[in-house]
């Protein structure tokens, strides 16, 4: 099975902000340029699904109009669909800006 894993299973990194925020972006760059991953800024993403006005940007939209936090399981849920994509050169994912606040 951990082979199998190892072929279908995408790798995601979690790089939360802290106090240094140089550090941080070199992280980034060099797990983007060195490895390979593709970092997904989660409030960037939120923004697009927002402004493209799919079905989960239209669930997001209705939240904030009703001056409330996006939960974190809705966000989850538009992640899911990154990085389950299926495309199999998109298996490496970086994510930044995740969670903002603790629900």
Do not use: C, W
């Not at 802290?18 to 941080?24: I, R, S, T």
């Not at 936090?69 to 050169?89: D, E, F, R």
């Not at 994912?93 to 995740?98: A, E, K, Q, V």
Request: no cysteine.
């Amino acid at each position: 099975m951990e082979e199998v894993y190892r072929h279908i299973e995408p790798s995601v990194i979690n790089v939360r902000s802290g106090k240094n925020e140089a550090l941080q972006e070199e992280i980034i760059k060099n797990l983007s340029t060195n490895h390979g991953y593709v970092n997904l800024d989660v409030t960037q993403l939120t923004s697009y699904e927002m402004e493209r006005k799919t079905a989960i940007g239209q669930e997001f939209i209705k939240i904030v109009k009703s001056d409330k936090n996006i939960p974190a399981n809705l966000k989850v849920k538009m992640l899911n669909k990154i990085i389950y994509s299926g495309q199999v050169s998109l298996n490496k994912f970086i994510l930044t800006n995740f969670p903002e606040q603790i629900d």
